[in-house]
């Protein structure tokens, strides 16, 4: 529908047509429409039969036709109402036609050119043309515009015009000559709301790869009319009169509109057909025709809302002069084929017998080919720029997709592609949603899964909801889509690092990474790989400048480690002036002698030890032998002079502190952790896989007061000591506290033994906390070395003594100004005392068992500002959450760590480091501090222009991260990253990474709601991101209708991954959630990784019924939404944080017995946390599978069993993020549509 509509002539019948309450005729701002009474009027199409053709109009714009109303000159506000469907006058049931392509050459003579047509009655009153000429439109985007362009009725086709927010330029004709005023547009747009399921086309600009979703079709697209009159042939050949025709012909030679029918007409249903799909831009075997019916998660309420309020504006009004179809109204009847559903000719879908179908005869391109490309025309998302027909492109509607309209591809909508992933293919039968069975005149369309969506039939709906239309979800870019062209694209070679400012691939794409000069992509990425060269320029596209670094990030086996360089006592080579380390990015002089910084331009001497020739490129002829000068990532063994103190550090301690307060011991915790605790302190970090740990280990238990333990080897049996002043933290011992686990193997064993007994009967139901951090404090002190605190805790520490909290729970604050304050720590206690242990070089692990509040804001604090973790296991019982803790536990003592970090990023010229994200601290501006740093955190670095950057040198960043090893080994890791610069916007905008956007956005917002409401932080987001597509759109795209959504290709899914981020439980939480979950959530996702926020905001669902037990490939995830969920299927759904097994109520017998050995799906198990081991294909396969998912995500993932219409199912559905959630977070479509409104309001 195009949302570029004028007001109308009057109605046919010379008399306004009715309005609806309920459904106001108001402009985008809510004010009312002037320049006419509200009547609805229906869109003209093109010459009616019986009339004489007139004269040639000279000049390029022809004026309208005399006989008409003149077309108001002021620009009308676009229409607010909903989505309506309209007919004039009664329904004629067989009397209309398709129309023919709408860039088809129009013939002077009155006839349109020899498309195959088929012949029918011929109207015999002028009532009856009046009656069927309701519903056509013509309509220009931009009255510079070369094209015309079709807006499709609404009457009954799901129009999907995105909302509009300001007026448009547009020339619409009456079907009859009425000289009275101008009338409201026909149809209009819903506005401020999401479209409905046909419409957003997609497109490529040339001057960037971009997506573009619209009301109304671009100005290269066909759109179709189901109310098409009898006296018209397929497609309308005219112009309008606004604008000249895309032809070879000058506009000049083209007749003007008459409005005498032609003389040859196929017949045509009025009726709304039941069986035609709603206007798309995806491809039809990729989709299911939707006709309004409520989706049944979400009740009796329309499944498209508003993006905010509890009223619903996008419900359609009733017809106006017919009322909605339903099944008493006659079937429509289909001459030769149904119309497309993206407004094509018609398209004889697989399987129907006859004579061939209608092609046109081009003279120019088809329509919709300018912003939407076959495969072989140009590269992928690039369009094809207006003005005359390319040579060599008459004649090819076989270019177009099989409806007359190129499908989508990669969630786009301009390249062919084949059925969406994890579907099958073409399907033979049609899903017939709220509508009569199809007449057998009308053959089925195909569509992505039959079974993926449920049909609630018309008959069950209030009237109103029954012309309801929504967007179709396979119209908008998909996610699954992206990822899986990526893993096509680029999972297949190598990435070399050797080109500067490259986009790497995807997180989601497995890939082998060959460091050639810069660092690797699992140590950095960056939202932007082409930075803007001026600040002016950035600030104009409010895409932020940051880095998400993760220094010591795994590898894969496949991947060397980084090189180790030894300079001896010299230690590394650095520039004098900005001290950054010798790397590629460094210039050679003077034969050798000099070197010039990249980052600074200062030129330094070489030392002699350090000198060597250059050759005749310029490069130092032992360039290829020495990783600082041929790598992006290498490490240098650092000097003394790089140690505190000038001390060669001792090696790091591990200390476990027990909770064995009441409910520690009742539940079977310490129990359960001192038996594990046997078995894994083998299992500690070291430097080589063969070597021994140099890590020692030491015990204290707690509740009220502490108790430590004397390990040592010399001794028979632990002895325990007691400090019960807790006010004034010491150590009692020294010799024996801090042990070697070989040597004191046996008396660490008794110890563990033991303790569960020695607190077997204990009746102490308080604990303290902050002196259990200040005793492991005080140990590593006395030991003079740095270290990890394990701290095992179950209670709110309401013991007297120093750091005592109170409970402050107080739901009552949620989403007012003092919510922020939950998020707050209450006292400034563990602040302070974050700050010692990170002088220490003290890291602590918090591992907590709350069966209530235990204010994780205040106890969180210290693991976020000393590099730890903090883990959460609400109502913790052994049987249940045993295996998750343990494997938690585990990975955490043996991943590899650095303790007393110190990191510095340094910047080229022009750009600086000015904020930073992560569990740190930071004593100044430029050194983040971290008493321990892990292979998962991660810093995320935002940058800001201090001066103008240059396109030919391009931008820097070297990170450096001074640590020491696990075996007390100092080090200085170095990664460095090179950039290109851009003078043009739509480079920027070419070379994002929306993932690395994502990530920086989550927690900037999650830092943000420290200081500001929930509100106002989404606000901001939604603010920003608007601002990033509205530049796009002002600066980079190619002109187009003001209805469309244009994103770019890059950044088209920015749109449904910020939607996750807004709905989540930091910023919109379900009312079950607690305020605990929401500041654990909150310092979770401050330290993640890319890989990890992106399947924490949209989880992945993959599909267990298509799981092949032959191959080893994962079978292809779906797109997070119940209408993916077949009742026959299986899924599976991980975040990283959990795993859900859904079962549908319809499995087959045999899929229930191979995975959970029960004939029925009444028998299976909801409570089962793992699934049994049976002795066939496919429960080995999918048992591989679980422990693949857990073995890639940083933390273990307990599997829960989902059942269909479960209890448990409403806690799977919050994580279908494409969906409308419970707390009131918009459906993708819906936030798409509000996300249009933002950008348009920008651009007005």
Same mark, same amino acid.
């Given at each position: 529908?195009?949302?570029?509509?004028?007001?109308?002539?009057?109605?046919?019948?010379?008399?306004?047509?009715?309005?609806?309450?309920?459904?106001?005729?108001?402009?985008?701002?809510?004010?009312?429409?002037?320049?006419?009474?509200?009547?609805?009027?229906?869109?003209?199409?093109?010459?009616?039969?019986?009339?004489?053709?007139?004269?040639? $109009?000279?000049?390029?714009?022809?004026?309208?036709?005399?006989?008409?109303?003149?077309?108001?000159?002021?620009?009308?506000?676009?229409?607010?109402?909903?989505?309506?469907?309209?007919?004039?006058?009664?329904?004629?049931?067989?009397?209309?036609?398709?129309?023919?392509?709408?860039?088809?050459?129009?013939?002077?003579?009155?006839?349109?050119?020899?498309?195959?047509?088929?012949?029918?009655?011929?109207?015999?009153?002028?009532?009856?043309?009046?009656?069927?000429?309701?519903?056509?439109?013509?309509?220009?985007?931009?009255?510079?515009?070369?094209?015309?362009?079709?807006?499709?009725?609404?009457?009954?086709?799901?129009?999907?015009?995105?909302?509009?927010?300001?007026?448009?330029?547009?020339?619409?004709? !009456?079907?009859?000559?009425?000289?009275?005023? &101008?009338?409201?547009?026909?149809?209009?747009?819903?506005?401020?709301?999401?479209?409905?399921?046909?419409?957003?086309?997609?497109?490529?600009?040339?001057?960037?790869?971009?997506?573009?979703?619209?009301?109304? &079709?671009? &100005?290269?697209? =066909?759109?179709?009319?189901?109310?098409?009159?009898?006296?018209?042939?397929?497609?309308?050949?005219?112009?309008?009169?606004?604008?000249?025709?895309?032809?070879?012909?000058?506009?000049?030679?083209?007749?003007?509109?008459?409005?005498?029918?032609?003389?040859?007409?196929?017949?045509?249903?009025?009726?709304?057909?039941?069986?035609?799909?709603?206007?798309?831009?995806?491809?039809?075997?990729?989709?299911?025709?939707?006709?309004?019916?409520?989706?049944?998660?979400?009740?009796?309420?329309?499944?498209?809302?508003?993006?905010?309020?509890?009223?619903?504006?996008?419900?359609?009004?009733?017809?106006?002069?017919?009322?909605?179809?339903?099944?008493?109204?006659?079937?429509?009847?289909?001459?030769?084929?149904?119309?497309?559903?993206?407004?094509?000719?018609?398209?004889?879908?697989?399987?129907?017998?006859?004579?061939?179908?209608?092609?046109?005869?081009?003279?120019?391109?088809?329509?919709?080919?300018?912003?939407?490309?076959?495969?072989?025309?140009?590269?992928?998302?690039?369009?094809?720029?207006?003005?005359?027909?390319?040579?060599?492109?008459?004649?090819?509607?076989?270019?177009?997709?099989?409806?007359?309209?190129?499908?989508?591809? #990669?969630?786009?909508?301009?390249?062919?592609?084949? &059925?969406?992933?994890?579907?099958?293919?073409?399907?033979?039968?049609?899903?017939?949603?709220?509508?009569?069975?199809?007449?057998?005149?009308?053959?089925?369309?195909?569509?992505?899964?039959?079974?993926?969506?449920?049909?609630?039939?018309?008959?069950?709906?209030?009237?109103?909801?029954?012309?309801?239309?929504?967007?179709?979800?396979?119209?908008? =870019?998909?996610?699954?889509?992206?990822?899986?062209?990526?893993?096509?694209?680029?999972?297949?070679?190598?990435?070399?690092?050797?080109?500067?400012?490259?986009?790497?691939?995807?997180?989601?794409?497995?890939?082998?990474?060959?460091?050639?000069?810069?660092?690797? =992509?699992?140590?950095?990425?960056?939202?932007?790989?082409?930075?803007?060269?001026?600040?002016?320029? !950035?600030?104009?596209?409010?895409?932020?400048?940051?880095?998400?670094?993760?220094?010591?990030?795994?590898?894969?086996?496949?991947?060397?480690?980084?090189?180790?360089?030894?300079?001896?006592?010299?230690?590394?080579?650095?520039?004098?002036?900005?001290?950054?380390?010798?790397?590629?990015?460094?210039?050679?002089?003077?034969?050798?002698?000099?070197?010039?910084?990249?980052?600074?331009?200062?030129?330094?001497?070489?030392?002699?030890?350090?000198?060597?020739?250059?050759?005749?490129?310029?490069?130092?002829?032992?360039?290829?032998?020495?990783?600082?000068?041929?790598?992006?990532?290498?490490?240098?063994?650092?000097?003394?002079?790089?140690?505190? #103190? #000038?001390?060669?550090?001792?090696?790091?301690?591990?200390?476990?502190?027990?909770?064995?307060?009441?409910?520690?011991?009742?539940?079977?915790?310490?129990?359960?952790?001192?038996?594990?605790?046997?078995?894994?302190?083998?299992?500690?970090?070291?430097?080589?896989?063969?070597?021994?740990?140099?890590?020692?280990?030491?015990?204290?238990?707690?509740?009220?007061?502490?108790?430590?333990?004397?390990?040592?080897?010399?001794?028979?049996?632990?002895?325990?000591?007691?400090?019960?002043? $807790? !006010?004034?933290?010491?150590?009692?011992?020294?010799?024996?506290?801090?042990?070697?686990?070989?040597?004191?193997?046996?008396?660490?064993?008794?110890?563990?033994?033991?303790?569960?007994?020695?607190?077997?009967?204990?009746?102490?139901?308080?604990?303290?906390?902050?002196?259990?951090?200040?005793?492991?404090?005080?140990?590593?002190?006395?030991? *003079?070395?740095?270290?990890?605190?394990?701290?095992?805790?179950?209670?709110?520490?309401?013991?007297?003594?120093?750091?005592?909290?109170?409970?402050?729970?107080?739901?009552?604050?949620?989403?007012?100004?003092?919510?922020?304050?939950?998020?707050?720590?209450?006292?400034?206690?563990?602040?302070?005392?974050?700050?010692?242990?990170?002088?220490?070089?003290?890291?602590?692990?918090?591992?907590?068992?709350?069966?209530?509040? $235990?204010?994780?804001?205040?106890?969180?604090?210290?693991?976020?500002?000393?590099?730890?973790?903090?883990?959460?296991?609400?109502?913790?019982?052994?049987?249940?959450?045993?295996?998750?803790?343990?494997?938690?536990?585990?990975?955490?003592?043996?991943?590899?760590?650095?303790?007393?970090?110190?990191?510095?990023?340094?910047?080229?010229?022009?750009?600086?480091?000015?904020?930073?994200?992560?569990?740190?601290?930071?004593?100044?501006?430029?050194?983040?501090?971290?008493?321990?740093?892990?292979?998962?955190?991660?810093?995320?670095?935002?940058?800001?222009?201090?001066?103008?950057?240059?396109?030919?040198?391009?931008?820097?960043?070297?990170?450096?991260?001074?640590?020491?090893?696990?075996?007390?080994?100092?080090? %200085?890791?170095?990664?460095?990253?090179?950039?290109?610069?851009?003078?043009?916007?739509?480079?920027?905008?070419?070379?994002?990474?929306? *993932?690395?956007?994502?990530?920086?956005?989550?927690?900037?917002?999650?830092?943000?709601?420290?200081?500001?409401?929930?509100?106002?932080?989404?606000?901001?987001?939604?603010?920003?991101?608007?601002?990033?597509?509205?530049?796009?759109?002002?600066?980079?795209?190619?002109?187009?209708?003001?209805?469309?959504?244009?994103?770019?290709?890059?950044?088209?899914?920015?749109?449904?991954?910020?939607?996750?981020?807004?709905?989540?439980?930091?910023?919109?939480?379900?009312?079950?959630?607690?305020?605990?979950?929401?500041?654990?959530?909150?310092?979770?996702?401050?330290?993640?990784?890319?890989?990890?926020?992106?399947?924490?905001?949209?989880?992945?669902?993959?599909?267990?019924?298509?799981?092949?037990?032959?191959?080893?490939?994962?079978?292809?995830?779906?797109?997070?939404?119940?209408?993916?969920?077949?009742?026959?299927?299986?899924?599976?759904?991980?975040?990283?944080?959990?795993?859900?097994?859904?079962?549908? !109520?319809?499995?087959?017998?045999?899929?229930?017995?191979?995975?959970?050995?029960?004939?029925?799906?009444?028998?299976?198990?909801?409570?089962?946390?793992?699934?049994?081991?049976?002795?066939?294909?496919?429960?080995?396969?999918?048992?591989?599978?679980?422990?693949?998912?857990?073995?890639?995500?940083?933390?273990?993932?307990? %599997?829960?069993?989902?059942?269909?219409?479960?209890?448990?199912?409403?806690?799977?559905?919050?994580?279908?993020?494409?969906?409308?959630?419970?707390?009131?977070?918009?459906?993708?479509?819906?936030?798409?549509?509000?996300?249009?409104?933002?950008?348009?309001?920008?651009?007005?």
């Amino acid at each position: 529908m195009n949302v570029n509509q004028q007001t109308h002539m009057s109605s046919t019948h010379g008399q306004s047509q009715p309005v609806f309450p309920g459904y106001h005729q108001s402009g985008y701002s809510g004010q009312p429409l002037t320049g006419g009474p509200p009547t609805q009027y229906a869109p003209y199409n093109g010459p009616v039969l019986g009339y004489q053709q007139g004269p040639a $109009v000279q000049g390029p714009v022809r004026p309208p036709p005399t006989s008409m109303a003149p077309p108001v000159s002021s620009q009308q506000p676009y229409n607010h109402s909903s989505q309506i469907d309209a007919q004039n006058g009664p329904a004629a049931v067989s009397n209309l036609h398709h129309r023919p392509l709408d860039t088809q050459t129009y013939l002077p003579g009155g006839i349109s050119p020899g498309v195959n047509q088929q012949y029918g009655a011929q109207p015999t009153s002028a009532h009856q043309i009046s009656n069927q000429m309701a519903g056509m439109h013509i309509s220009s985007t931009d009255p510079s515009s070369v094209m015309p362009v079709y807006a499709p009725s609404s009457a009954h086709v799901a129009t999907t015009s995105v909302p509009s927010s300001f007026p448009s330029h547009s020339v619409s004709h !009456a079907s009859q000559q009425h000289s009275s005023p &101008p009338s409201l547009p026909a149809f209009s747009s819903a506005t401020g709301g999401p479209p409905s399921s046909s419409q957003i086309p997609y497109s490529s600009t040339p001057l960037s790869s971009q997506t573009m979703y619209s009301a109304p &079709p671009p &100005p290269q697209q =066909p759109s179709f009319s189901t109310a098409s009159p009898s006296s018209q042939p397929p497609y309308s050949t005219a112009p309008p009169t606004s604008q000249a025709p895309f032809s070879k012909v000058p506009p000049s030679t083209q007749p003007p509109y008459s409005a005498g029918p032609p003389t040859v007409q196929p017949p045509y249903s009025v009726a709304p057909p039941t069986v035609q799909p709603p206007y798309s831009a995806a491809p039809p075997s990729s989709q299911t025709p939707y006709s309004g019916a409520p989706s049944p998660y979400s009740g009796a309420q329309p499944p498209s809302q508003p993006y905010s309020g509890p009223q619903s504006p996008y419900s359609s009004a009733p017809s106006l002069s017919q009322p909605p179809f339903s099944g008493t109204q006659p079937p429509p009847q289909f001459p030769s084929a149904p119309p497309s559903r993206f407004g094509g000719p018609p398209v004889r879908p697989s399987g129907m017998q006859g004579p061939p179908l209608p092609q046109p005869s081009l003279s120019e391109p088809l329509s919709s080919q300018a912003n939407h490309i076959a495969p072989g025309s140009l590269q992928s998302g690039v369009g094809l720029p207006r003005g005359p027909p390319a040579a060599g492109m008459h004649n090819q509607p076989s270019q177009m997709g099989s409806h007359g309209f190129q499908p989508q591809q #990669n969630g786009a909508f301009g390249q062919v592609r084949g &059925p969406q992933p994890a579907y099958g293919g073409s399907y033979s039968g049609s899903q017939n949603f709220g509508a009569q069975p199809p007449p057998p005149a009308a053959p089925p369309q195909s569509r992505l899964d039959p079974d993926a969506i449920p049909s609630p039939q018309t008959t069950e709906l209030p009237a109103v909801q029954k012309t309801r239309h929504r967007i179709d979800p396979d119209a908008i =870019p998909s996610p699954i889509q992206v990822i899986e062209d990526d893993k096509a694209n680029r999972g297949n070679e190598p990435f070399t690092t050797s080109i500067r400012g490259q986009v790497p691939p995807l997180v989601t794409t497995r890939f082998q990474v060959k460091d050639q000069g810069n660092a690797s =992509p699992r140590y950095i990425r960056c939202t932007a790989y082409n930075i803007p060269c001026t600040s002016d320029m !950035a600030k104009q596209s409010q895409i932020p400048l940051a880095a998400v670094i993760k220094p010591l990030a795994q590898l894969p086996p496949d991947e060397a480690l980084p090189y180790i360089v030894d300079h001896g006592e010299t230690g590394p080579i650095r520039c004098n002036r900005c001290k950054a380390y010798m790397c590629p990015f460094m210039q050679f002089i003077e034969g050798g002698r000099r070197f010039q910084c990249g980052f600074c331009s200062c030129v330094s001497e070489v030392p002699p030890h350090y000198f060597q020739h250059l050759d005749h490129t310029g490069k130092r002829v032992d360039y290829c032998e020495r990783p600082e000068l041929s790598m992006g990532t290498y490490e240098f063994l650092a000097t003394v002079d790089y140690c505190k #103190n #000038n001390k060669i550090p001792q090696p790091p301690a591990f200390i476990f502190l027990i909770d064995v307060s009441y409910n520690a011991v009742k539940n079977g915790l310490v129990s359960l952790i001192c038996e594990e605790l046997k078995t894994l302190l083998d299992c500690l970090p070291r430097e080589g896989p063969d070597g021994e740990s140099s890590i020692r280990v030491g015990f204290i238990t707690y509740n009220k007061v502490l108790h430590f333990y004397n390990v040592k080897s010399s001794l028979a049996q632990p002895q325990m000591m007691v400090v019960s002043d $807790v !006010a004034d933290m010491f150590v009692p011992l020294l010799d024996g506290f801090l042990v070697n686990v070989n040597e004191s193997r046996a008396v660490i064993n008794s110890l563990l033994e033991q303790i569960p007994d020695m607190f077997a009967d204990t009746r102490e139901t308080e604990t303290v906390f902050g002196p259990v951090i200040q005793a492991g404090l005080e140990a590593l002190k006395a030991a *003079d070395c740095a270290g990890k605190l394990f701290i095992f805790n179950s209670t709110l520490p309401i013991a007297e003594a120093p750091g005592k909290l109170k409970n402050r729970e107080d739901k009552k604050l949620i989403g007012t100004d003092k919510e922020k304050t939950l998020f707050q720590p209450q006292t400034s206690f563990y602040g302070s005392l974050a700050k010692d242990c990170v002088a220490q070089g003290c890291c602590v692990d918090l591992f907590l068992f709350p069966n209530q509040y $235990v204010d994780v804001a205040t106890l969180g604090v210290v693991p976020l500002q000393t590099g730890g973790s903090v883990y959460k296991y609400t109502y913790f019982q052994v049987a249940v959450d045993g295996e998750r803790f343990l494997n938690d536990l585990r990975r955490d003592v043996q991943k590899q760590i650095g303790f007393d970090a110190v990191m510095r990023v340094r910047t080229s010229t022009g750009i600086r480091a000015t904020d930073f994200f992560g569990a740190f601290y930071m004593s100044n501006t430029t050194d983040v501090e971290l008493a321990g740093l892990d292979s998962h955190k991660t810093v995320t670095v935002e940058f800001r222009h201090d001066d103008k950057l240059s396109e030919e040198s391009g931008a820097f960043i070297q990170c450096a991260v001074l640590y020491t090893s696990c075996s007390g080994q100092r080090r %200085l890791r170095v990664h460095n990253l090179s950039l290109n610069c851009c003078t043009q916007l739509a480079e920027l905008y070419r070379n994002c990474e929306t *993932d690395c956007l994502i990530n920086f956005f989550a927690k900037y917002a999650y830092r943000s709601v420290l200081n500001g409401t929930t509100k106002s932080v989404r606000d901001g987001l939604i603010n920003q991101t608007a601002q990033i597509l509205a530049c796009y759109r002002k600066n980079c795209a190619s002109p187009s209708s003001a209805g469309q959504l244009i994103l770019p290709e890059c950044l088209k899914l920015l749109p449904v991954y910020l939607n996750c981020v807004l709905k989540s439980d930091v910023l919109q939480p379900s009312a079950d959630v607690s305020i605990d979950d929401r500041a654990y959530l909150r310092q979770l996702v401050t330290s993640m990784d890319v890989a990890e926020s992106h399947v924490f905001f949209y989880p992945q669902l993959l599909p267990l019924q298509k799981l092949d037990v032959e191959s080893e490939a994962v079978p292809v995830a779906i797109r997070d939404s119940e209408e993916r969920l077949s009742k026959g299927g299986i899924y599976l759904l991980e975040n990283g944080l959990n795993l859900f097994l859904w079962v549908g !109520a319809n499995v087959q017998q045999e899929q229930l017995l191979n995975i959970f050995n029960t004939p029925t799906f009444g028998q299976v198990d909801p409570n089962m946390t793992n699934l049994p081991v049976l002795d066939n294909p496919y429960s080995r396969k999918l048992r591989t599978l679980i422990d693949c998912l857990r073995v890639q995500r940083p933390r273990y993932m307990k %599997l829960l069993v989902v059942k269909q219409e479960d209890k448990l199912e409403l806690i799977f559905k919050r994580f279908l993020m494409e969906d409308k959630s419970s707390s009131g977070g918009a459906s993708y479509a819906d936030f798409l549509c509000h996300m249009h409104k933002e950008i348009r309001q920008l651009l007005s």
